[in-house]
């Protein structure tokens, strides 16, 4: 099946630094992807959805200039969160849309990017 | 009232048994609707993939969607430790553009050998 690959899948900052990560489709074009975060034992809240060549779409309560998105060509995003402080240390998720003909538009998930900032 | 309910469990059965999977929604927009299973500190795995209304077999798994009813199923036949997870079920309005998932918070489910 299709893969998404996310780098890194885990990461220590210091509180003030900026991380990013990065989101790849590795064997198919993906003109939408989708970022999230997971708290411990709590399901998937959607960030923001990336679309290719123009700027991201957040939802409401997600800081933009925290959390930038950038998704310059059609088979990488990146999400970099800026100046980090322990409260952003979570599990973010990318996902991306199979957009190739008959592909039924089927969203796959990358593993993850543990973030901790101490 | 939340656009998809699931019920977080957890839930415990024996090896072989079946397990049976549930999501309400309340947007009768939705008309693309998914099954993910995620294992501990990993990225969700997509399982089953269905639209409109129907069953969907594949192997052990069957997906079913009662539209009329707002009420999504997920099966597991012959369950086997391995299908320790947390199962998400996700649904979205289209299946173009920049449509969102919708997610359940996720059944944990526990196949004791």
């Known amino acids: 099946g299709a893969v998404v690959s996310q780098h890194p899948s885990w990461v220590i900052c210091k509180s003030g630094t900026s991380v990013k990560i990065e989101c790849r489709s590795l064997d198919f074009q993906a003109t939408t992807m989708f970022w999230y975060r997971q708290f411990p034992k709590q399901s998937l809240m959607l960030m923001a959805t990336s679309n290719e060549g123009s700027k991201a779409t957040y939802e409401q309560g997600v800081e933009k200039d925290k959390f930038l998105i950038n998704h310059a060509s059609l088979t990488l995003s990146t999400l970099t969160v800026t100046s980090a402080h322990p409260e952003d240390s979570s599990f973010y998720i990318c996902?991306?849309?199979?957009?190739?003909?008959?592909?039924?538009?089927?969203?796959?998930f990358g593993e993850g990017s543990w973030l901790t900032v101490v | 009232q939340k656009e998809v309910e699931q019920d977080p469990g957890p839930l415990s059965v024996p090896e072989g048994a079946i397990v049976s999977l549930n999501c309400t929604y309340s947007n009768s927009a939705f008309q693309y609707f998914m099954w993910y299973r995620q294992y501990s500190r990993k990225g969700p795995e997509l399982l089953m993939y269905?639209?409109?209304?129907g069953n969907k077999e594949d192997g052990r798994f069957t997906a079913q969607v009662d539209k009329s009813s707002k009420y999504i199923s997920l099966f597991i036949r012959d369950s086997q430790p391995s299908d320790s997870a947390t199962y998400l079920c996700?649904?979205?309005?289209?299946?173009?553009?920049?449509?969102?998932?919708?997610f359940g918070k996720g059944t944990k489910l526990t196949v004791n050998p």
């Open positions: 996902s991306a849309r199979d957009s190739t003909q008959g592909a039924g538009n089927t969203i796959y």
């Open positions: 996700a649904m979205s309005a289209g299946e173009g553009g920049s449509e969102k998932l919708v």
């Open positions: 269905t639209y409109s209304s």
